[in-house]
Nanobody, 117 residues
Framework: QLQASGGGLVQAGGSLRLSCAAS????????MGWFRQAPGKERESIAT????????YYVDSIKGRFTISRDNAKNTVSLQMNSLKPEDTAVYYC????????????WGQGTQVTVSS
């Protein structure tokens, strides 16, 4: 089970930190990701981190502004979002999948991020 938090309303140029808490004893074996869905758009994958945290991947639109990280001891994954833009407004979701698969098995409930201009 995944529980996302940290969304809110922020002005353009500001920062937010999203967190996702996972239950269970196998968190460290999962690849974790953050997705977002803007109004009228499809859900998109924006950041992924491998089970060990050794590798990260970002969609081009957030490179250099967002950072994904994880703490396997605390069963958490975070998304630090800096230099936010109005186009970052969306519902953000965390998700988990097993290595070697392309199916995201578990999803958080989503947290709203709104960036005002």
């Amino acid at each position: 089970q995944l529980q996302a938090s940290g969304g809110g309303l922020v002005q353009a140029g500001g920062s937010l930190r999203l967190s996702c808490a996972a239950s269970g004893r196998t968190f460290s074996s999962y690849i974790m990701g953050w997705f977002r869905q803007a109004p009228g758009k499809e859900r998109e994958s924006i950041a992924t981190i491998t089970s060990s945290g050794g590798n990260t991947y970002y969609v081009d639109s957030i490179k250099g502004r967002f950072t994904i990280s994880r703490d396997n001891a605390k069963n958490t994954v975070s998304l630090q979002m800096n230099s936010l833009k109005p186009e970052d407004t969306a519902v953000y979701y965390c998700a988990a999948r097993r290595p070697g698969t392309n199916v995201w098995n578990y999803w958080g409930q989503g947290t709203q991020v709104t960036v005002s201009s």
